[in-house]
Nanobody, 115 residues
Framework: QVQLVESGGGLVQPGGSLRLSCAAS????????MGWHRQAPGLQRELVAR???????KYADSVKGRFTISRDNAKNTIYLQMNSLKPEDTAVYYC?????????WGKGTLVSASS
């Protein structure tokens, strides 16, 4: 079985930083895209950032210049460095990955930017 385990969420003041991690484990033959989505209360889940196995990245316009996604293929792990956090970044952040041709999701980690 394949699992995605997220870590690094928490409470931070506006303008602060957090780093999320997501590690994939289990019967993995290939991982193509890995990334992060988020869902705020009352809103739909939206893409935050994603990275392919070759390193191509895509970001939501709302996080460009503030968030950076990176990937360690040897560890099947991705990271999301979030700087200059805003209250509107508050949401549950979900890791996802396309592994062995199937989509997998983590359970989510809460990020809250509030004073």
């Amino acid at each position: 079985q394949v699992q995605l385990v997220e870590s690094g969420g928490g409470l931070v003041q506006p303008g602060g930083s957090l780093r999320l991690s997501c590690a994939a484990s289990g019967s993995i033959r290939s991982i193509y895209t890995m990334g992060w989505h988020r869902q705020a209360p009352g809103l739909q889940r939206e893409l935050v950032a994603r990275v392919t196995s070759s390193g191509t990245t895509k970001y939501a316009d709302s996080v460009k210049g503030r968030f950076t996604i990176s990937r360690d293929n040897a560890k099947n792990t991705i990271y999301l460095q979030m700087n200059s956090l805003k209250p509107e970044d508050t949401a549950v952040y979900y890791c996802y990955a396309l592994i062995n041709g199937m989509d997998y999701w983590g359970k989510g980690t809460l990020v809250s930017a509030s004073s």
